[in-house]
Structures are given as structure tokens and as C-alpha cells.
């Protein structure tokens, strides 16, 4: 069975940092596309960054590219999220999300964070709220 168990998140001023955190278990061989979605009241949940786990390439939306990092530590089975430069806008719950290969072929052939549609597993969610 599948578990994405989260943590981190929290409140914080424009500017400042958190980071999220996604302690996976029970994932196949197959499952090498993580990533890490946002959705705000009213918003279609979004991608906002990807990585596949095999080489520690990394997607970013042009959103947050240059302030969040996704990064996995594979003996520790964690993927993080570390997000600088906050602005109001990044107020969101943040989701980590595990797929398989097709959603590895997504992120590789056009270089984003995966479609939600492509995600086999969620987390429960974490509430980013950003003041300005």
C-alpha cells in the first residue's frame, strides 16, 4: 500500500522560505515521477514542480522557477519541496504526488511538471499561506 505522508508547510511573511516535506512508502520500481501540486480556493490544482527520481532531473513552472526546488533523497525515501522568495500569490495547499511512466514520458518530452491527470498517488495536503 501507498503512503505519501506530509509535512512542513505553515504561515509566513512575502519573502520568506518554508519547506515541505513528503516521506513516501510502498512505491513500485515504475513510480520514478514525483512531484509537487498547488491549489488555491477556486483554482484548478497545478503543478508547480516535478523530478524523476532515477537521475534527479528536475520541471519547474515557469511560476516558481528560480524559487522552489524539488529534490528527492532517495535512502530517506523524502521528497522536499524548499520554496524562497514567497510572494502572496504562492498561498495555496500544496499536494505531493507520485506517478508512473506514462507521467515520466509527460515531464521528459515537454520539460513541466507533470498533468494531474497523470498522478497515480496523492498526499493529503499541506497549507502554504503566504502574508504580504
Known amino acids: 500500500q501507498v503512503h505519501l505522508v506530509q509535512s512542513g508547510g505553515g504561515s509566513v511573511q512575502a519573502g520568506g522560505s518554508l519547506r515541505l516535506s513528503c516521506l513516501a512508502s510502498?512505491?513500485?520500481?515504475?513510480?520514478?515521477?514525483m512531484a509537487w501540486f498547488r491549489q488555491s480556493p477556486g483554482k484548478e490544482r497545478e503543478g508547480v514542480a516535478g523530478?524523476?527520481?532515477?537521475?534527479?532531473?528536475?520541471f519547474y513552472a515557469d511560476s516558481v522557477k528560480g524559487r522552489f526546488t524539488i529534490s528527492k533523497d532517495n535512502a530517506k525515501n523524502t521528497l522536499y519541496l524548499r520554496m524562497t522568495s514567497l510572494k502572496p500569490e504562492d498561498t495555496a495547499q500544496y499536494y505531493c504526488?507520485?506517478?508512473?511512466?506514462?507521467?515520466?514520458?509527460?515531464?521528459?518530452?515537454?520539460?513541466?511538471?507533470?498533468?494531474?491527470?497523470?498522478?497515480?498517488?496523492w498526499g493529503k495536503g499541506a497549507l502554504v499561506t503566504v502574508s504580504s
Open positions: 504526488a507520485a506517478g508512473g511512466l506514462s507521467c515520466l514520458a509527460y515531464i521528459r518530452a515537454l520539460g513541466v511538471p507533470p498533468s494531474a491527470r497523470l498522478v497515480d498517488y
Open positions: 510502498g512505491l513500485s520500481y515504475s513510480q520514478v515521477c
Open positions: 523530478i524523476f527520481t532515477g537521475y534527479g532531473t528536475t
